[in-house]
């Protein structure tokens, strides 16, 4: 039965103020197990479960739906930035999109890019390592989970699930004016084995198997920091392992911190205190999955937006491509195998390459990978930027300002910064679209 636990907490002598020092009494918050917890929900929820997985398909299964791929990486770097503690968090795509180049090729000599833009580089990458790993596992387990938060946070002093008391909002020094706080070290581990096993299971569809899985982990709260981003990842976990989505393409995440204030109501819904199957225990967790729900829609829509823009601007890109060979006395179609024709399926996906990048992504000859980059660069569909003394980076802008834009409809509660500015640090407006 989901309980508030009574404990102590002792004064701090060596805290900097009167406040701080004091001692006295809390309370815990311990929530039900999730694997054998009965679960009734009604109708609306149900339905509205029914109806956003169905919008998701239709996503996930569009002929063109192979963007998302492009756009997954993007969210990825967004998420990134956000779970991140980062000062100067206004990295653009392109600077990131460099580091990633870098990185990608030790031996290219890419330089131009900041720390800052190397960090989140590097965050994304072990973001998207980590989610990949926890897919593939034949079977979830604790020490996956445990995996998964070393991978996000490297550098944390604190690794494996915490031994002391930990709180959410309040003072730094004790618990006692906490908004919330989880339940006590002694009760992680066997919640966590719990959490596990709902996951490894098929109780539920996909969305409210990763809404209650998300909620659960962030009441238990296991480690000493990183909950949100580990949280975060175990969404798109539940959502890929389900075969729902194949990568972390909705944006889910990103919608939920948008609308924080609504996301801190449900997660406080969620947490009832008593019997599971009283009447109010199960509003609150209905709340809670209308809240999710409801994100996961929205996400839905503006992935569905992006993958729509993309479509139209891959039109025009053939349009221009097709004006500009014509006017070079060649043939409007490039052959389908040609390398310039797999590069303009590649950019959305890739949309800053060398041409020794594109020579390793291809598998075609340098040569033949700087005449591909060259003829869209005259067709005015890439810009050559100098990432290097002798090394020439070729950037599709409008891919670019596509992800700015997207990535900043997601951060206004109205999806349109034109309406409502951004909730969260987000790059700048690109000059032109």
Do not use: C
Not at 319 to 341: F, I, T
Not at 367 to 378: H, T, V
């Amino acid at each position: 039965m989901a309980r508030s636990v009574e404990a102590q907490w002792p004064m701090s002598w060596d805290a900097p103020s009167k406040r701080d020092r004091r001692g006295g009494t809390y309370r815990a918050y311990v929530p039900d197990p999730l694997h054998s917890r009965p679960w009734i929900f009604s109708e609306g929820i149900a339905e509205l479960a029914a109806e956003v997985e169905t919008q998701v398909r239709s996503l996930t299964h569009r002929q063109d739906a192979q963007a998302l791929e492009g756009l997954a990486r993007f969210l990825l770097r967004s998420e990134a930035i956000a779970s991140s503690r980062i000062e100067g968090l206004q990295v653009s795509p392109q600077q990131v999109a460099l580091a990633e180049l870098a990185a990608a090729d030790e031996e290219s000599a890419v330089r131009g890019f900041s720390n800052t833009a190397r960090l989140v580089a590097n965050n994304v990458a072990a973001l998207r390592l980590a989610v990949t790993d926890l897919v593939t596992m034949p079977e979830l387990t604790a020490d996956g989970v445990l995996a998964l938060h070393r991978a996000l946070l490297p550098d944390e002093r604190h690794h494996g699930l915490r031994t002391v008391q930990n709180w959410v909002g309040g003072g730094d020094w004790h618990p006692l004016d906490a908004e919330f706080t989880p339940p006590p070290p002694a009760f992680v581990p066997g919640l966590i084995d719990d959490l596990v096993l709902y996951m490894n299971s098929a109780t539920h569809g996909p969305l409210v198997q990763a809404a209650l899985t998300h909620a659960q982990f962030e009441t238990i709260h296991p480690f000493t920091d990183g909950n949100g981003r580990v949280g975060r990842a175990l969404i798109h976990t539940v959502l890929t392992r389900r075969g729902l989505t194949r990568t972390a393409v909705l944006p889910i995440s990103l919608v939920l911190l948008t609308r924080s204030d609504t996301y801190v109501a449900g997660l406080t819904s969620y947490r009832y205190v008593g019997s599971p199957d009283s009447p109010e225990a199960l509003a609150g967790v209905e709340e809670w999955l209308r809240v999710f729900l409801t994100a996961a829609r929205t996400a839905t829509e503006q992935a569905t937006r992006f993958v729509e823009e993309l479509s139209e601007l891959r039109d025009e890109w053939r349009q221009r491509h097709q004006a500009h060979r014509r006017s070079q006395g060649l043939r409007g179609a490039p052959r389908a195998d040609s390398a310039v024709a797999r590069l303009l399926d590649l950019l959305p996906a890739v949309p800053l390459v060398t041409a020794r990048t594109l020579q390793r992504l291809l598998s075609i000859s340098h040569p033949a990978a700087r005449q591909a980059l060259e003829e869209l660069a005259a067709a005015q569909i890439l810009s050559a930027k100098q990432v290097e003394r002798g090394t020439t980076g070729y950037l599709a802008r409008d891919v670019f300002n596509l992800l700015t834009i997207t990535e900043r409809r997601l951060a206004s509660i109205r999806w349109d910064t034109r309406e409502r500015p951004p909730r969260r640090p987000v790059p700048a407006r690109p000059s032109h679209h």
